[in-house]
């Protein structure tokens, strides 16, 4: 056995792989008693802390810190600082040493890494307070199966029926299977009861009013006009916007749609409610999207356009 041992030393020395007899040997006698297993590696593995020298209370402190930020303002200083405040409010912290202002810098790099804690405050929001797990968007075949309502100002300066100018509010309601925008409201202020109006202009046709193009309306659009008539003799003048009756709404936690007025709306029209969770704005992309869409194809056309904000704003838009 000694002379194969040393054999196949020399054998794999020659192919390129260095190796010793005792080494074959312990080899050998590893998988006569372990098996395949045995022929691993039991080099004991050295685990390196993930922040290196520093204290573990700094760590925990630095951990805090970040955490009270997730809905304060963004300020790097605050943040970076906040450790060593949070160490000197309890007398076993005072006694810790601090490392310089590099390493904590360092460290605050490490504990911040894909938070955005020092970027955008709602994607800081939203990333800390939305839903951990595997959640995500229902496959939708038929319409009306899901639709999703929300609301956001609209980035139009507007006369107000008082004579100020101000902004109005955009409330609409989407449906996912058809991407059809089936309703819209625009108001000052959005109450509960909009969003009522709202959906009842989703359930009922849409007439076809003095000024509008023959284009426009259902008769002349691909939608089965004939076939809904015998359903309905109001959509005899209706206007090309199908009629949608929704199986469930999916919506945020705003005031607006969470109010008992909405709710009572939903199961007077047996409308199963849903509310996404909170800081979770992709369950309702479809409608997220909406505002972006409306207002880079018609708000920025229309006079009195303020800007997505006041860095896109123009010099007295309430002129125009």
């Known amino acids: 056995m000694t002379v194969r041992e ?22 050998r006698r590893r998988y006569q008693a372990q098996g395949v297993m045995g022929l691993a590696v039991h080099r004991p593995v050295r685990k390196k802390p993930a922040f290196g020298a520093v204290d573990d209370k700094i760590v925990a402190a630095m951990r805090q810190a970040v955490a009270e930020a ?28 601090l490392p310089s202002e590099r390493t904590l810098y360092r460290l605050l790099a490490k504990l911040t890494d894909g938070t955005h804690t020092f970027g955008s405050a709602v994607t800081r929001r939203s990333r800390a307070h939305g839903a951990i797990g595997p959640f995500g968007e229902r496959e939708v075949f038929a319409p009306g199966e899901i639709m999703q309502i929300d609301s956001t100002p609209l980035d139009v300066l507007v006369l107000l029926d008082s004579g100020v100018t101000g902004k109005v509010d955009l409330t609409g309601m989407i449906d996912v299977a058809t991407r059809t925008l089936t309703a819209a409201v625009l108001r000052p202020t959005t109450k509960s009861v909009d969003a009522s ?17 023959d284009a426009l309306a259902m008769s002349r659009s691909v939608l089965p006009h004939r076939r809904l008539l015998q359903l309905d003799e109001r959509l005899a003048h209706a206007a090309a916007r199908p009629v949608i009756v929704p199986e469930t709404i999916v919506c945020d936690h705003g005031k607006v749609f969470v109010s008992r007025n909405f709710q009572s709306s939903c199961r007077f029209l047996q409308i199963e409610f849903q509310p996404t969770h909170k800081g979770s704005p992709f ?8 505002p972006g869409s409306v207002a880079t194809l018609f708000a920025q056309f229309v006079a009195g ?16």
Do not use: C, F, N
């Open 197 to 213: 109006v709202l959906l009842a202009r989703t359930v009922t046709p849409e007439p076809m009013r003095p000024g509008w193009a």
């Open 305 to 320: 356009y303020t800007g997505r904000s006041t860095d896109h704003r123009g010099r007295q838009p309430q002129r125009r």
């Open 283 to 290: 369950g309702k992309g479809h409608i997220e999207k909406m």
């Open 6 to 27: 040393r054999a196949k030393a020399a054998e794999l020395t020659a192919a390129g792989h260095p190796a010793e007899a005792s080494t074959v040997a312990l080899k």
């Open 70 to 97: 997730v809905d304060a303002s963004t300020r790097r200083a605050r943040s970076s600082s906040g450790g060593g405040e949070v160490l000197r409010q309890t007398p076993e912290g005072r006694a810790v040493k």
